[in-house]
């Protein structure tokens, strides 16, 4: 069993470090340009071009709310992305599909997540929301935030770096916060 968790481990680090394409940037297929991989990705917040992203009306409480969302950047493996993102008042559910961490850059948001907590984030505050959960968010005027989202890793890989820590002698990885 420790072998198997040992090559599922080293099969997912040659995954993540493996790139899509040619360093080169020509594919193999017909010699066509591939898409560029930039090693940096930098621009003013305020300047990103925000789009419309609709709330699935099913998860409105109250209001009208209007979300607009703009993409930064994605990992080359799609496994995480930078966006900004902004809603006018309402009141509304949401799912977190990913993991998410949140920095207000205005406005605010009152939220409640599944467990009943509440809080306030205000410009500056940051938020942290594990994928797979649900979270009341309530808007009195305006919000807008920059989200760091990753995927969840499939359990085997979870399990991979578990063992590879204990095999290294880390403690289990617990919450930075004291």
């Not at 297929?29 to 699935?56: T, V």
């Not at 990753?150 to 095999?167: G, I, T």
């Amino acid at each position: 069993m420790a072998l198997k968790m040992l090559f599922a481990e080293l099969m997912a680090v040659a995954v993540r470090v493996t790139p899509l394409a040619p360093r080169l940037g020509i594919s193999k297929q017909e010699g066509k340009q591939a898409a560029p991989r930039h090693a940096m990705i930098a621009s003013p917040a305020m300047d990103l071009p925000m789009l419309p992203a609709p709330i699935n009306p099913d998860w409105i409480v109250a209001g009208a709310p209007v979300a607009r969302l703009a993409e930064h950047s994605r990992s080359h493996d799609d496994a995480a992305v930078t966006a900004m993102w902004d809603c006018t008042a309402g009141e509304f559910n949401w799912y977190f599909g990913w993991d998410e961490t949140v920095v207000i850059l205005e406005g605010e948001v009152h939220v409640t997540a599944e467990d009943g907590t509440e809080t306030t984030l205000r410009a500056g505050d940051i938020g942290f929301f594990n994928g797979g959960t649900w979270a009341n968010w309530r808007i009195e005027t305006y919000v807008r935030k920059i989200a760091f989202c990753r995927k969840k890793f499939p359990e085997p890989v979870v399990m991979a770096y578990r063992l590879r820590d204990l095999l290294r002698g880390e403690a289990p990885k617990a919450a930075l916060a004291a």
